[in-house]
């Protein structure tokens, strides 16, 4: 019974933890009151160990990590009630992750292009 409690615990926070990478979900629980709630501000300190290795390799938006870290600052907490503050943070993201792929593209092009040529030396 005890295993089968930490399971679905290990299993709701991960799910909640992700759903930090969301601009949209944190607009919601801002303008809902939640981050004025000591308990729940207590509760994000909590949630910081995901960002232990053994706990962040089973994350599958590592960027909730990020959105985490800033939930723990009260002027960004507040910023959140304003939908504008996460739809700029929505379009950083997508910008970012453009960025990154467009980048992770070349470098894998040039391995590519590097290993042919190391093959047709040999």
């Known amino acids: 019974p005890d295993d089968t409690g930490n399971r679905l615990r290990f299993q709701l926070e991960l799910e909640f933890v992700q759903c930090l990478a969301n601009p949209n979900y944190l607009n919601f629980l801002a303008q809902r009151g939640y981050f004025k709630d000591k308990a729940f501000v207590n509760y994000l300190k909590y ?63 040039a391995l590519a292009e590097q290993q042919q040529q190391n093959t047709s030396v040999k």
Do not use: T
């Not at 939908?83 to 960025?99: G, S, T, V, Y």
């Open 47 to 109: 949630l910081l160990y995901w960002k232990e290795p053994e706990y962040a390799k089973y994350l599958k938006y590592p960027q909730c990590l990020h959105m985490l870290e800033l939930l723990q600052y009260e002027h960004f907490r507040k910023e959140l009630v304003n939908a504008q503050c996460a739809k700029f943070i929505d379009e950083q993201q997508i910008l970012h992750w453009q960025h990154y792929s467009r980048k992770r593209m070349r470098l894998q092009q």
